[in-house]
Antibody, heavy 116, light 108 residues
Framework: VQLVDSGGGLVQPGGSLRLSCAAS????????MNWVRQAPGKGLEWVSY????????YYADSVKGRFTISRDNAKNSLYLQMNSLRDEDTAVYYC??????????WGQGTLVTVSS | SYVLTQPPSVSVAPGKTARITCGGN??????VHWYQQKPGQAPVVVIY???DRPSGIPERVSGSNSGNTATLTISRVEAGDEADYYC???????????FGGGTKLTVL
């Protein structure tokens, strides 16, 4: 199983960024996927969940209305579109595979820095 | 929303037993999962469904869950166990994943 996160970088407050997670070595289309983030020096915070067919999506209250999770099963890829970014969105973002209630594999993370 | 409470830090001497707690309202009715995270690395699951161990996790790592407290127990602690540990549940009422605040395990 391999999950490779990308797309992070420096963005100004109010800006947008799109994160990607490339999955390989497993049947991506059959697994629920999530995004989890970790602010510098802080704990883990769940961000979003997407079902295998994209019909069921959940968001943390802190990002609802600003972030959009999506997936492309044909490309074995997971995405997170982040709009209206705030200072407090600064974090390492991980994609993580969902296995019956827990995360069994994680990407290496991609750093998003929101700053003027 | 559902809240999980962990002690910020636990210290233990090598060879002794470390116990890290995770408190939540009637947490015994939920499945609890535990992650280990070392500096600069992604988290790794060490216990899932309260007490199951993934392959590669030693038997000295165990978990329990009852009432309002889940516990991660690490026996015969080694220097390599020094890390941050997080508990996690799925809260079906809010349809949210919930993490505890994390516990830093220090091996003296």
């Amino acid at each position: 199983v391999q999950l490779v996160d990308s797309g992070g970088g420096l963005v100004q407050p109010g800006g947008s960024l799109r994160l990607s997670c490339a999955a390989s070595e497993f049947s991506f289309s059959t697994y629920i996927m999530n995004w989890v983030r970790q602010a510098p020096g802080k704990g883990l915070e769940w961000v979003s969940y997407i079902s295998t067919d994209s019909n069921t999506i959940y968001y943390a209250d802190s990002v609802k209305g600003r972030f959009t999770i999506s997936r492309d099963n044909a490309k074995n890829s997971l995405y997170l579109q982040m709009n209206s970014l705030r200072d407090e969105d600064t974090a390492v973002y991980y994609c993580a595979r969902w296995q019956g209630g827990h995360f069994d594999y994680w990407g290496q993370g991609t750093l998003v820095t929101v700053s003027s | 929303s559902y809240v999980l409470t962990q002690p910020p830090s636990v210290s233990v001497a090598p060879g002794k037993t470390a116990r890290i707690t995770c408190g939540g309202n009637n947490i015994g009715s939920k499945n609890v999962h535990w992650y280990q995270q070392k500096p600069g690395q992604a988290p790794v699951v060490v216990i899932y469904y309260d007490s199951d161990r993934p392959s590669g996790i030693p038997e000295r790592v165990s978990g329990s869950n009852s009432g309002n407290t889940a516990t991660l127990t690490i026996s015969r602690v080694e220097a390599g166990d020094e890390a941050d540990y997080y508990c996690q549940v799925w809260d079906s009422s809010s349809e949210h994943v919930v993490f505890g605040g994390g516990t830093k395990l220090t091996v003296l």
